[in-house]
């Protein structure tokens, strides 16, 4: 069972209209009503995007990560779920120079099971990965953004920088980690 960790992004909504479109099973949960010990139920997890920046979301979806490593389990970290990812793992992020917000294009730059060609995405953010940590590499980049899409090593771990939950090319990258 797929848990969606509905960390207050504004398009959660059409994240949750996608996985139900697709016919994908899931449950939604805000991460300060999740029990850490509960996680074993779920085999993947989705960390959507945020509103603000609150130190006890920030240590939930820590924990989360680090119990998908620990336990090989999917994972894909969608703009601060990407974000918090590299955080975890000893990774910086920093202010964008230009605050993203509109259409744009990401090139596949690592073959990978998610996504392989140019993908037109829909960013909305203004901070960013600065500093990827050893284990993350980097699969993807923009013109604006250097770690569009980003892997724990081999393993089925991912986290974008942009929202694909509000496109057809990123929706169909959603049902490809799904599928993984």
């Given at each position: 069972?797929?848990?969606?960790?509905?960390n207050?992004?504004i398009?959660?909504?059409?994240l949750?209209?996608?996985?139900?479109?697709?016919?994908?099973?899931?449950?939604?949960h805000?991460p300060?009503?999740?029990?850490i010990d509960?996680?074993s139920e779920?085999?993947?997890?989705?960390?959507?995007?945020?509103?603000?920046?609150?130190?006890?979301?920030?240590?939930?979806?820590?924990?989360?990560i680090?119990?998908s490593i620990?336990?090989?389990?999917?994972?894909?970290g969608?703009?601060?779920?990407?974000?918090i990812?590299?955080?975890?793992?000893?990774?910086?992020?920093?202010?964008?120079q230009?605050?993203?917000?509109?259409?744009?294009?990401?090139?596949?730059?690592?073959?990978n099971?998610?996504?392989?060609?140019v993908?037109?995405?829909?960013?909305s953010h203004s901070?960013?990965?600065?500093?990827?940590?050893?284990?993350?590499?980097?699969l993807?980049?923009?013109?604006?953004?250097?770690?569009?899409?980003?892997?724990?090593?081999?393993?089925?771990i991912?986290?974008?920088?942009?929202?694909?939950?509000?496109?057809?090319?990123?929706s169909?990258?959603?049902?490809?980690?799904?599928?993984l």
């Open positions: 069972m797929l848990l969606v960790v509905d207050g992004s398009y959660t909504k059409q949750v209209c996608l996985l139900h479109d697709r016919e994908i099973l899931f449950e939604r805000p300060h009503l999740l029990s509960n996680i779920y085999d993947s997890f989705v960390l959507s995007g945020r509103r603000r920046n609150e130190k006890k979301t920030n240590q939930i979806n820590s924990q989360i680090l119990h620990k336990k090989n389990s999917k994972l894909l969608i703009c601060y779920g990407a974000e990812l590299a955080l975890t793992l000893g990774g910086t992020i920093k202010r964008s230009h605050a993203q917000k509109g259409s744009q294009s990401v090139k596949t730059t690592r073959k099971p998610i996504c392989d060609r993908l037109d995405v829909f960013a901070y960013e990965i600065s500093k990827l940590p050893a284990p993350l590499v980097s993807a980049e923009s013109e604006n953004c250097r770690y569009e899409i980003i892997q724990y090593q081999n393993r089925p991912f986290g974008t920088q942009f929202h694909p939950e509000m496109t057809r090319d990123g169909d990258l959603i049902a490809n980690f799904c599928r």
